[in-house]
């Protein structure tokens, strides 16, 4: 079973970026991942995925602003998040994609705010 470790989350401005990174214990070369958010109150959703590939996808609210990649060298897929705005405060976690339940992690929290 592999083991994801998420973290680079943080206090952030309006507008400001930050770059997450979640590193597996095992190799997720041939696994498609995802990045997942949950607000306070609301149901974790999926952001962002990568396939096996290497082949993007986002969700409507982050098109355009974030940026999936894996390194399967370093087991670690990232998300860049520019523009950030206040609604994208949550918790951020990785999994694969779909989710394995055993799979989830701390995940990192991000808060964006003046």
């Known amino acids: 079973q592999v083991q994801l470790v998420e973290s680079g989350g943080g206090l952030v401005q309006p507008g400001g970026s930050l770059t997450l990174s979640c590193t597996a214990s095992?190799?997720?070369?041939?696994?498609?991942m995802g990045w997942y958010r949950q607000a306070p109150g609301k149901r974790r959703d999926l952001v962002a995925g990568i396939s096996v590939g290497g082949r993007a996808n986002y969700a409507e609210p982050v098109e355009g602003r974030f940026t999936i990649s894996k390194d399967n060298a370093k087991n670690t897929v990232y998300l860049q998040m520019n523009s950030l705005k206040p609604e994208d405060t949550a918790v951020y976690y990785c999994?694969?994609?779909?989710?394995?339940?055993?799979?989830w992690g701390q995940g990192t929290q991000v808060t964006v705010s003046s």
């Open positions: 095992g190799s997720i070369r041939l696994f498609s």
């Open positions: 999994n694969a994609n779909p989710p394995r339940a055993g799979y």
